[in-house]
């Protein structure tokens, strides 16, 4: 006889497919069913209904864990396709983006530019956002730390606050109208503490962290002050985060100011570690590379904005042969006119791929001949951003599809769309084709965030006019005719 079901009980019945996230053999689960009880995955298997079980017909539908974006700036969302940054690369598009506008950014402005992006993440089947905000200056009328928890939690998604700003500035600011002022260190030290006592949550499926996250470390803090960023985060039991190496640019610059590499200057700073990783790593030696793996220091590799930049493609195969956690973020929209999770596994998948084959050889010039397809399958990319950002983030009872697991969950149905007719293996559908996948059902925790690809009481149509209302005020706050 069957027990009952619980009052909290979901079966999603019939999949064609299921990819759990993690690794090896173990990355294609036969299902077709799975079972959700009180938030957490129950069951995996071929299942009959409890009594009075709620079921969801999921023929035709592949199911994936929850999507984890380890690296995002929620307020670049309302910064795509800015003419003077399109063609440029970082620094000068730093410069006429994102530092030009970002003074024109008001509490509404900011929450809307949040709102947009975390609905953007959730209608790709993203669960956990760890958003890099450095939007801080002294004297700001409005929290936008508070605001970016109060956004996720309307939408009912996890969010890792990565706690920006800096003490420095590049000086890119410099003859701007626009400038903000840097925080002193105690403030921003101040805040870390108030924001850790208020929102961090140490629990391995937290809905709320926080991580001491400095904008950039060659660039935001002197290195003293970088250490004392380190010393209160460990203290405090938060994460580090922070871009790095994401262009030559870090390379000539930390070679001028400190005669090492970025990776050996954030060594010497007490800045790696399983507890710290790094937005993009696309520029690195060999040796920085290994001390990575070393320390066990992780990646969010964020393939789309690196490509928009023209940074590069980060060398994701060798740092996870030598031991780097890796990751995927989908970076800020200003430089990712795409900042879904669909979007940005498709093009990891590909770019470590192009990477592979752009390094070849022909065998009559001394080389081995043609490669690089083997170089990310479609199971690697969805542990990266699954399992990987979970890792990274210090979340282990979410990023995977096994029984215990808190019930993060994307349901995707491959019958309303013709790119996904024809699969001979409809589990690679969502990664492999591209485009953006519907998604039948969102799960955060257990409970329904995405119902047939709609988020329930959100007004699509007003949320776009308020979007084009809110463009046109930044580009007339900073001067654009």
């Given at each position: 006889?069957?027990?009952?079901?619980?009052?909290?009980?979901?079966?999603?019945?019939?999949?064609?497919?299921?990819?759990?996230?993690?690794?090896?053999?173990?990355?294609?689960?036969?299902?077709?069913?799975?079972?959700?009880?009180?938030?957490?995955?129950?069951?995996?298997?071929?299942?009959?209904?409890?009594?009075?079980?709620?079921?969801?017909?999921?023929?035709?539908?592949?199911?994936?864990?929850?999507?984890?974006?380890?690296?995002?700036?929620?307020?670049?969302?309302?910064?795509?396709?800015?003419?003077?940054?399109?063609?440029?690369?970082?620094?000068?598009?730093?410069?006429?983006?994102?530092?030009?506008?970002?003074?024109?950014?008001?509490?509404?402005?900011?929450?809307?530019?949040?709102?947009?992006?975390?609905?953007?993440?959730?209608?790709?089947?993203?669960?956990?956002?760890?958003?890099?905000?450095?939007?801080?200056?002294?004297?700001?009328?409005?929290?936008?730390?508070?605001?970016?928890?109060?956004?996720?939690?309307?939408?009912?998604?996890?969010?890792?606050?990565?706690?920006?700003?800096?003490?420095?500035?590049?000086?890119?600011?410099?003859?701007?109208?626009?400038?903000?002022?840097?925080?002193?260190?105690?403030?921003?030290?101040?805040?870390?503490?108030?924001?850790?006592?208020?929102?961090?949550?140490?629990?391995?499926?937290?809905?709320?962290?926080?991580?001491?996250?400095?904008?950039?470390?060659?660039?935001?803090?002197?290195?003293?002050?970088?250490?004392?960023?380190?010393?209160?985060?460990?203290?405090?039991?938060?994460?580090?985060?922070?871009?790095?190496?994401?262009?030559?640019?870090?390379?000539?610059?930390?070679?001028?100011?400190?005669?090492?590499?970025?990776?050996?200057?954030?060594?010497?700073?007490?800045?790696?570690?399983?507890?710290?990783?790094?937005?993009?790593?696309?520029?690195?030696?060999?040796?920085?590379?290994?001390?990575?793996?070393?320390?066990?220091?992780?990646?969010?590799?964020?393939?789309?904005?690196?490509?928009?930049?023209?940074?590069?493609?980060?060398?994701?195969?060798?740092?996870?042969?030598?031991?780097?956690?890796?990751?995927?973020?989908?970076?800020?929209?200003?430089?990712?006119?795409?900042?879904?999770?669909?979007?940005?596994?498709?093009?990891?998948?590909?770019?470590?791929?192009?990477?592979?084959?752009?390094?070849?050889?022909?065998?009559?010039?001394?080389?081995?001949?043609?490669?690089?397809?083997?170089?990310?399958?479609?199971d690697d990319v969805v542990r990266w951003a699954t399992a990987g950002g979970a890792a990274v983030?210090?979340?282990?009872?979410?990023?995977?599809?096994?029984?215990?697991?808190?019930?993060?969950?994307?349901?995707?149905?491959?019958?309303?769309?013709?790119?996904?007719?024809?699969?001979?293996?409809?589990?690679?559908?969502?990664?492999?084709?591209?485009?953006?996948?519907?998604?039948?059902?969102?799960?955060?925790?257990?409970?329904?965030?995405?119902?047939?690809?709609?988020?329930?009481?959100?007004?699509?149509?007003?949320?776009?006019?308020?979007?084009?209302?809110?463009?046109?005020?930044?580009?007339?706050?900073?001067?654009?005719?």
């Amino acid at each position: 006889m069957s027990e009952p079901a619980t009052a909290q009980s979901v079966l999603i019945q019939g999949a064609d497919a299921i990819l759990t996230g993690l690794p090896g053999a173990a990355a294609r689960h036969a299902g077709p069913d799975l079972r959700m009880e009180d938030g957490r995955i129950a069951a995996l298997g071929a299942l009959d209904p409890l009594p009075g079980e709620h079921v969801v017909d999921a023929r035709g539908c592949v199911i994936y864990p929850a999507w984890v974006n380890t690296h995002h700036h929620l307020f670049q969302s309302l910064l795509k396709g800015e003419p003077q940054g399109l063609n440029a690369t970082l620094t000068p598009w730093l410069a006429a983006t994102p530092y030009r506008f970002r003074s024109g950014f008001d509490e509404h402005h900011f929450r809307l530019a949040a709102r947009i992006g975390l609905v953007e993440l959730a209608l790709s089947g993203c669960a956990t956002v760890a958003d890099h905000n450095y939007l801080y200056h002294p004297g700001m009328p409005f929290d936008t730390s508070a605001i970016l928890f109060e956004e996720a939690e309307r939408l009912g998604l996890r969010m890792v606050l990565c706690r920006g700003g800096a003490t420095i500035t590049r000086q890119l600011e410099a003859d701007l109208p626009q400038a903000l002022r840097p925080e002193t260190l105690d403030s921003y030290l101040a805040d870390i503490e108030r924001l850790a006592a208020r929102y961090h949550d140490a629990a391995p499926d937290a809905m709320r962290r926080v991580v001491v996250a400095p904008t950039t470390p060659p660039f935001s803090m002197r290195p003293g002050e970088l250490r004392e960023c380190a010393a209160l985060a460990r203290r405090l039991g938060l994460r580090l985060h922070s871009h790095l190496s994401e262009t030559v640019g870090y390379q000539d610059s930390v070679f001028a100011q400190h005669a090492t590499s970025p990776v050996r200057f954030c060594e010497s700073v007490d800045w790696v570690g399983e507890d710290v990783w790094f937005a993009h790593l696309v520029k690195l030696d060999a040796e920085e590379i290994a001390l990575l793996g070393a320390t066990r220091t992780g990646i969010a590799h964020c393939p789309q904005s690196n490509g928009r930049l023209g940074s590069g493609i980060a060398p994701l195969q060798a740092l996870e042969a030598a031991g780097v956690p890796v990751s995927i973020g989908v970076d800020g929209a200003a430089s990712n006119e795409a900042a879904d999770m669909i979007s940005e596994t498709h093009a990891a998948w590909l770019m470590q791929r192009a990477k592979g084959g752009e390094a070849a050889v022909a065998r009559c010039r001394g080389g081995q001949g043609e490669a690089g397809a083997d170089a990310a399958s479609v199971d690697d990319v969805v542990r990266w951003a699954t399992a990987g950002g979970a890792a990274v983030l210090g979340l282990p009872r979410i990023g995977t599809l096994a029984t215990g697991q808190a019930a993060d969950i994307a349901v995707y149905d491959l019958s309303r769309n013709p790119r996904h007719f024809g699969l001979h293996d409809v589990g690679i559908a969502p990664v492999a084709s591209g485009g953006q996948a519907h998604l039948r059902r969102l799960y955060v925790g257990g409970q329904e965030r995405v119902r047939d690809g709609a988020i329930p009481g959100l007004d699509m149509a007003e949320l776009g006019a308020q979007a084009r209302a809110a463009v046109q005020a930044l580009k007339t706050a900073a001067g654009v005719a």
